[in-house]
T-cell receptor
Framework: NAGVMQNPRHLVRRRGQEARLRCSPM?????VYWYRQLPEEGLKFMVY????????ESGMPKERFSAEFPKEGPSILRIQQVVRGDSAAYFC????????????FGPGTRLTVT | GESVGLHLPTLSVQEGDNSIINCAYS??????FIWYKQESGKGPQFIID?????DKRQGQRVTVLLNKTVKHLSLQIAATQPGDSAVYFC?????????????FGQGTILTVHP
């Protein structure tokens, strides 16, 4: 059983560029979550998605950040016009869905903005 | 508001000792809790979970205790091994309309000396 997959594992962008982070949930999981982790801090919730729906985006910055989980393909976290403060590890998690709430995490994408 | 925090940021133990990692939460509506282990450069790894209708749950070498009266959660690791060295996070769900938002604590660094 493949776990949650994320790519790329490392991403370097210059200020002003766009970053696209991809997440494929575990097989059979229909719920996807994105979290951000700054150095030496805990993870901070960003967004919760189901197929074609955003369920909770209360942790997403109002500008430049967006997320989607299309009917086909991976979930995408998109950061436009990146700034140095966006440098962090971005983790995706998935869960089976209704009635089961445990979340399983991917290896993360480490974004560095230069 | 919601917050999950840890009393001790670091814990050092000898191999073979038992380890206890503590966590306090403030949201009385929290009804589901998870402990994660995070090794350097990796995503959080699910260890064990517990629902608020339980006081104790045991896994392989790990036990989670929940004291709702004082809003306290602990993770006990028996016969700690060097491979247990990692950062440990507790996280909670507040329930409600969305079980998607995990709130993470700061983390405790566990170091196991051989």
């Amino acid at each position: 059983n493949a776990g949650v997959m994320q790519n790329p594992r490392h991403l370097v962008r210059r200020r002003g560029q766009e970053a696209r982070l991809r997440c494929s949930p575990m097989k059979g999981h229909s719920h996807v979550y994105w979290y951000r982790q700054l150095p030496e801090e805990g993870l901070k919730f960003m967004v919760y998605l189901q197929k074609e729906n955003i369920i909770d985006e209360s942790g997403m910055p109002k500008e430049r950040f967006s997320a989607e989980f299309p009917k086909e393909g991976p979930s995408i976290l998109r950061i436009q016009q990146v700034v140095r403060g966006d440098s962090a590890a971005y983790f995706c998690a998935s869960s089976p869905g209704t009635g089961k709430y445990e979340q399983y995490f991917g290896p993360g994408t480490r974004l560095t903005v230069t | 508001g919601e917050s999950v925090g840890l009393h001790l940021p670091t814990l050092s133990v000898q191999e073979g000792d038992n380890s206890i990692i503590n966590c306090a939460y403030s949201n009385s509506a929290s009804d589901y809790f998870i402990w994660y282990k995070q090794e350097s450069g990796k995503g959080p790894q699910f260890i064990i979970d517990i629902r608020s209708n339980m006081d104790k749950r045991q896994g392989q070498r790990v036990t989670v205790l929940l004291n709702k009266t004082v809003k306290h959660l602990s993770l006990q690791i028996a016969a700690t091994q060097p491979g247990d060295s990692a950062v440990y996070f507790c996280a909670d769900f507040a329930g409600g309309t969305s079980y998607g938002k995990l709130t993470f604590g700061q983390g405790t660094i566990l170091t196991v000396h051989p």
